[in-house]
């Protein structure tokens, strides 16, 4: 009998036995494959955070509890947790369910979002919201590698690590590799570092060397850059460090012995919390683990081959314009072209490989072009395209403000 079919909320899944969880997690990745291959949608980064959604909702009491997916573009694993399994087959469709969280959708949608590095800041005022109405639920906000380039991103992370108060942001990180070794002394130190007996014996140390006369302020500061010494010689986390995080990891995020005790732990600790995982896009998909850009947003596709399921029969917007651009652009060597960290989404390798002007790739930011203007330059921004003949079921998939 399929595992998903009997998960109706997360209260379900909590009455699993985590050892069935992996077969849980191949049935949400077919579901995620068949679905987004008929009628398209975000396919890699769904992929990569299966086993991380699956150990959040086991974790924590949702809706009670509250995760922010920074953009939302990866959150099909948490629809289909959290009661929406029969009408995912509506993903992206008019009158269906929206491809992205959406608060009118579901009461475990926390934050309508739709684009790069608003997550940190929103969740952050959800947490200034639980202090003010003095509510001791936990807050948990997913954010992507691409968006810790993003100024909203570093603001979120500042000002909360400078209030000091109780926040949890998962840094899911899929850029970078993860060998075995590094991955399982990684896991064991996150583990060690994040638990009871640790905290406890790190405040215990503190407060004997505060009781020594004279000298015991500067012995306790000394012992503190040992700590983070020691700790950046292995871990890559002094920045967050320094922005008032305490923080674990990386660790591998698609190993749920690695995953569950660790989250568990930072759960429990006081103040804010960095935990950073790593993870796969495209994982459980050969074609999108060979080409996640493709498939970051893609069309319809054959599921067995991973080629679009129909060639164009004309050329896209995406691709008129870019040729435009690229005229304009010859004639005129003042034109930018600036992206938001997506030059293959938005169609700017081809303005790139003309060699006919400067892109700018700015990250999830806009301010750049603002400036550029002030030189006389011409800056050129881009989105992408809409496919003719789905305007209204994009119009309906795109995040309202809250």
Known sequence: MSILKTIHNPADLKRLPSTRFPALCQEIREQIIGAVSSVGGHLASNLGVVELTVALHYLLDTPTDK????TSNQSYTHKLLTGRREQFHTLRQYGGLSGFCKREESVYDTFNAGHAGTGVSAAFGMVEAREQLGQKHKIVCVVGDGA????MTLEGLHHAGGLGKDFLVILNDNQMSISKNVGAISAYLSRTITGEFYGKMREE???LLRKIPHIGYDMQK??????????????????FEELGFQYSGPIDGHNFEHLIPTIEN???????????????KGLGYEPAM???????ACPPFVRETGAPAKKAARPSDTAIAMDTLVKLAREDKRIVA??????EGTGLTTFEEAGCGYVCNISPA??????????????SGRILHRPRGTRSRRRDDTPRGV
């Open 67 to 70: 995760i922010v997916w920074d």
């Open 148 to 151: 810790m380039t993003a100024g």
């Open 205 to 207: 140390t503190g407060q």
């Open 222 to 239: 000394l012992a503190r850059r040992a700590e983070e010494l020691a700790k950046g010689a292995i871990l890559p986390g002094l920045l």
């Open 266 to 280: 930072v759960l429990k600790m006081k103040g804010p919390v960095l935990l950073h995982i790593i993870t796969k």
């Open 290 to 296: 060979k080409n996640p850009v493709w498939f970051h």
């Open 338 to 343: 600036i992206t938001a960290a997506m030059c």
């Open 366 to 379: 806009s301010l750049r072009s603002g400036g550029a203007r002030c030189c006389d330059a011409k800056p």
